[in-house]
């Protein structure tokens, strides 16, 4: 590839991730206050993980009562509306290619807007004063995922005929039948990680980016350029948010925001086929998902916790580090894993070169 495409497609890129920033940052300080009027505000949850008042983790968050949330609701608009525009320029010969490519970004998109709904109704019901039910039942919201992923699955097994994974430096492999409920459990369990994440301001939104950020280069290389552009845009849109959520945040994400956000990573890491890489990118969302199941089963196993609370991040804020400690250590770790992950996978690639934007 020429230097001057090289320069093209990287002005590309950034000129769409500026787009869905300042679409972001224009509207959430009119979505905050909209929030703020009709009392759509965060509820500090009551319940432990296994039953059980949760005593510390109201003592360490209950301050935090009021905060607006359902700020994924604008981080979805800034993306959706950025992919809207481009496929405009693109209809009046401005440029040559919109985001919305059905080669490259309808999974992700879909994923996107699917997930994302499940994701606000389970806010709207968590913040309705009126609602005895704490936001949708977990089952309810977990089934509904596995439902989604299916549909995801099937489509790629038998729609796309996709039955290989790849390891970096070491090769491909034919999975047969298995890669459908390897496809399911990749997006389960990277929505359900990013959300047990989203628990101190500004904690999900900068892992996010970095791990956008991470696949964006990847997709790059793997000669996905549209997709490429994608993650940048949800880059764009997730510094945006950062600038409101940073300690002490105006705003949350909710689960509308984290849902859809890991929801979607999971599928990008399939369409790249960089599942491996995508545990290294994403070492703290496993870490925090992995704490979780580590302190169910020793309260199950042992009669005791392992850890002061879970997710880990909350352990940490109980030993005495400072919230604004715990974010940027973690991601200062997730910075490091992201650097890791990209070096292992452009080196490890196991797809062809680079195409034109």
């Not at 968050?61 to 905060?67: F, N, Q, V, Y």
């Amino acid at each position: 590839m020429s230097l001057p495409v090289l320069i093209s497609n990287l002005i590309t890129i950034f000129l769409y991730m500026g787009c869905s920033f300042f679409l972001a940052v224009s509207v959430f300080p009119d979505f905050i206050r909209f929030v703020q009027e009709y009392k759509l505000t965060k509820k500090i949850r009551e319940e432990g993980l296994s039953g059980g008042v949760a005593q510390v983790f109201r003592k360490l968050h209950l301050h935090k009562s009021g905060t607006p949330t359902m700020g994924g609701v604008v981080i979805l608009f800034a993306i959706l509306a950025t992919i809207v525009l481009s496929r405009i320029l693109a209809y009046f010969g401005v440029i040559e290619h919109s985001i919305l490519n059905r080669g490259e970004t309808y999974l992700p998109i879909i994923t996107l807007v699917a997930v994302g709904a499940l994701g606000m109704i389970d806010d709207y019901l968590n913040i309705r004063e009126s609602s005895a039910q704490k936001g949708l039942p977990a089952k309810v919201k977990f089934w509904s995922l596995v439902l989604f992923s299916i549909i995801g699955a099937l489509w790629f097994s038998f729609k796309l005929e996709w039955s290989i994974i790849h390891v970096p430096g070491v090769g491909d492999f034919d999975i047969g039948l298995w890669y459908a409920p390897l496809f399911v459990f990749i997006l389960v369990g990277t929505a359900n990680s990013v959300n047990f994440t989203d628990g101190l301001d500004g904690l999900a939104g900068g892992l996010l980016a970095i791990a956008y950020g991470a696949f964006s280069v990847i997709a790059y290389f793997y000669g996905l350029p549209i997709l490429a552009v994608f993650c940048a845009v949800v880059v764009g849109a997730l510094l945006a948010f950062l600038w409101f959520n940073v300690p002490p945040a105006k705003i949350y994400m909710g689960d509308t925001g984290s849902l859809a956000l890991g929801a979607t990573l999971g599928v990008i890491a399939m369409l790249t086929n960089a599942i491996i890489i995508l545990a290294i990118i994403g070492f703290i969302f496993v870490l925090e998902t992995l704490s979780i199941m580590l302190q169910l089963f020793w309260k199950k196993v042992f009669k005791k916790k392992l850890f002061a609370i879970a997710p880990i991040h909350h352990h940490f804020e109980a030993k005495g580090w400072s919230e604004t400690q715990v974010v940027m250590r973690f991601w200062i770790l997730g910075a490091g894993a992201g650097v890791v992950g990209l070096i292992i996978g452009i080196i490890g690639m196991g797809h062809g070169g680079i195409l034109d934007i």
